[in-house]
């Protein structure tokens, strides 16, 4: 994947339902020069121009985010350049301001610009059209001629958008979720977003947040103990009934501890879960509420594969994490087991000297 492309890793994502050969949902007529490249299917862009020399521009579906909330859109943007940094080893620098145009085919757009050296090389806009999300990069030695001529040709059907399929990434671009039936993204809150969280997902029966913490120095072998009071300290929780804690290997590689615990809230008895996630040298802690909970989350990790911006070798050395388990059964089952091999023995050795 093109390193434009892979921008569509630091928003959390929802693609087209429609097979991986299926058209475009937009049309553009590009500019004098340009041409429109064959979308990249499951995780590419969802449309793409090639202009003289190097420059590209790249649309990319992501999940919705409130455009009247200019810190999360700005944060979205700023992280995006910083992720191209990081991926290309350049040294974009990302305006101060973020600005607002409004296009004559009714599209209004988002943006930063982003320089190298003082001079203009990147534009990059959030924007919606018939119901869809996106994120816009234009690389280019003239943003600001291209980015209105590109923007302003956009065309839509005119209909609002068929549902996503099955596939959300974290804004981070670390955690690619295969979405159960009914499962979808949503816009975290601005508090959310303050909190560290990278995805925020809503189904029937159940909410999940993911937030990433990257300064936390917990040990490993205590985990399971923060979890346990992360669950009993949850809102509306009572802390008896909290259970033992539970453990997956998650799809993706990395251990998944999780408790849960019975709350209630104005809509009547629930489920609060408390879970976390060791990536690379830091974590993801899960907090999901809702009569399904455990299910949604069990399928969510049960189906979790590295997103476009995860390192496999790194994820790979993801601290393991150990539970305690209740073993008084396998003490007793053990303790059984000695006492009818014991009981065998006499009895064969009875039956050799029987006739001593």
């Known amino acids: 994947m093109s390193p434009a492309a892979a921008l569509i890793a630091l928003s959390v994502a929802a693609f087209p339902a ?10 553009i007529e590009p500019p004098p020069g340009w041409s429109q490249q064959l979308s990249s299917g499951d995780g590419g862009p969802i449309l793409a121009l090639k202009g003289p020399e190097q420059s590209s521009f790249v649309l990319a579906r992501i999940a919705p985010v409130s455009l009247e909330n200019r810190a999360a859109v700005r944060g979205l943007l700023t992280e995006a350049v910083n992720g191209i940094n990081a991926r290309e080893r350049l040294g974009y620098r990302a305006a101060a301001n973020l600005e607002t145009a409004t296009y004559g085919n009714g599209l209004t757009a988002r943006f930063i610009r982003a ?5 203009p090389r990147l534009a990059l806009a ?12 234009l690389r280019s030695a003239v943003p600001d001629t291209l980015l209105p001529a590109i923007l302003g040709a956009l065309k839509g059907s005119g209909m609002p958008a068929a549902a996503v399929s099955a596939v959300a990434l974290s804004s981070d671009g670390e955690l690619r979720f295969r979405l159960p039936s009914g499962v979808r993204p949503r816009p975290p809150s601005e508090q959310e977003l303050k909190a560290g969280c ?6 029937p029966g159940a ?5 990433k913490l990257t300064d936390d120095d917990t040990p490993a072998q205590r985990r399971a103990a923060v979890v346990k009071s992360t669950v009993r300290a949850g809102p509306g929780v009572d802390p008896k009934s909290a259970g033992p804690v539970e453990y997956i290997l998650s799809t993706a590689g990395p251990d998944f501890i999780y408790a ?14 408390a879970g976390y996630m060791p990536w690379g040298y830091w974590g993801y802690s899960f907090l999901a509420k809702g009569p399904q909970a455990p299910e949604m989350t069990r399928e969510l990790l049960s189906s979790l594969s590295l997103g476009p911006s995860a390192v496999p070798k790194l994820v790979a050395a993801s601290p393991r994490l150990s539970v305690r388990r209740d073993l008084s059964w396998v003490a007793s089952w053990s303790s059984n087991l000695i006492l009818a091999l014991l009981a065998v023995v006499v009895v064969w050795f009875w039956w050799r000297n029987r006739g001593d």
Not at 18 to 27: E, I, K, L
Request: proline letters at 4%; charged letters at 15%; a negative charge.
């Open 207 to 211: 909410q999940l947040l993911v937030m």
């Open 115 to 119: 320089d190298i050296d003082g001079r």
């Open 126 to 137: 959030v924007m919606e059209l018939d119901g869809v999300y996106m994120l816009g990069t």
């Open 18 to 27: 429609s097979a991986m050969d299926a058209a475009a949902p937009f049309s």
């Open 260 to 273: 849960v615990a019975r709350c209630a809230d104005a809509a009547g008895p629930s489920l609060y879960l």
């Open 198 to 203: 990278v995805a925020a997902l809503s189904g």
